[in-house]
């Protein structure tokens, strides 16, 4: 009898962490932030296409990132702008600074549920991506995003 109940407890311990760890990572949110970093990854890549071409990053001061359009877009360095996946519902999208030798990509993150609670671990965090801007006072120098 002892051994069924650990056999059960130790089944019962492992399905929580399993069903816990689906549930993390097919949240919306930990999808949505996962977006947003692939979408940080096209813009760095047109950027940097951009800049190979231009001898410079394109110059804006603090602009959202559909403003990039006629530099990436129009010249066939990226296909489309990217817009935030909560764009619709929050009206929140990309911003862009740079000039010259530097750029950044602000992005707020959503946070991701907890294993056990519906509330998330971290609050909300905007960060900045990009080349040499670290430091610059740019959006007020958040921090260096995780991907």
């Known amino acids: 009898m002892r051994l069924l109940l650990r056999v059960t ?6 399905m929580i962490f399993f069903w816990g760890t689906l549930f993390i990572l097919g949240s919306p949110e930990y999808v949505n932030n996962q977006l947003r ?5 096209l813009l760095a890549d047109a950027l940097e296409k951009y800049r190979q071409a231009r001898n410079a990053y394109p ?12 530099e990436l877009v129009d010249a066939k360095f990226l296909e489309a702008i990217p817009s935030d ?6 009206g929140r999208q990309y911003r862009y600074a740079g000039g010259g030798r530097a750029y950044g990509i602000l992005v707020t993150l959503e946070p991701e549920p907890s294993l056990f609670g519906l509330t ?7 960060c900045i991506a990009g080349v040499n801007i670290k430091g610059s006072g740019a959006f007020g120098d958040p ?5």
Request: aromatic share 2%; glycine share 8%.
């Open 9 to 14: 407890g130790g089944l019962a311990i492992v």
């Open 143 to 147: 921090p260096a995003c995780p991907f």
């Open 120 to 126: 998330g671990t971290k609050p909300a965090l905007s």
């Open 59 to 70: 110059v804006l001061a603090n602009n959202p990132v559909d403003d990039l359009k006629r």
């Open 85 to 90: 996946p909560a764009r619709a519902a929050t």
């Open 37 to 41: 970093a692939k979408h940080v990854r």
